[in-house]
């Protein structure tokens, strides 16, 4: 049974960073596309980074370019999501997730920016 657990969150104030990890098992990451999702309370869920399967290919929303990064360790099985500049907008519960096809998809953890 294939597995994603996501950790690395927490409270950070505006302008800090913070580096989440998702580790996958149970099925070979290195076979799939994986990605950054989050949900902030009364909103949609979106996707903030996307990498395919070998990592050389991205792609992230407007609203994070330029200060987030993802990347994978494929020999680790593990996707990672570097956030710098963090503001109050990004607080949210950030999911990691198979691409595009959310086969599998962690239970969260949660990103919390405030002073």
């Known amino acids: 049974q294939g597995q994603l657990v996501e950790s690395g969150g927490g409270l950070v104030q505006p302008g800090g960073s913070l580096r989440l990890t998702c580790a996958a098992s149970?099925?070979?990451?290195?076979?799939?596309?994986m990605a950054w999702y989050r949900q902030a309370p009364g909103k949609e869920r979106e996707l903030v980074a996307g990498s395919t399967p070998g990592g050389r290919s991205t792609i992230y929303a407007d609203s994070v370019k330029g200060r987030f990064t993802i990347s994978r360790d494929n020999a680790k099985n593990t996707v990672y999501l570097q956030m710098n500049s963090l503001n109050v907008e990004d607080t949210a519960v950030y999911y990691c997730?198979?691409?595009?096809?959310?086969?599998?998809r962690g239970q969260g953890t949660q990103v919390t920016v405030s002073s």
């Open positions: 997730s198979t691409f595009p096809v959310p086969t599998y």
């Open positions: 149970g099925f070979t990451g290195s076979s799939y596309g």
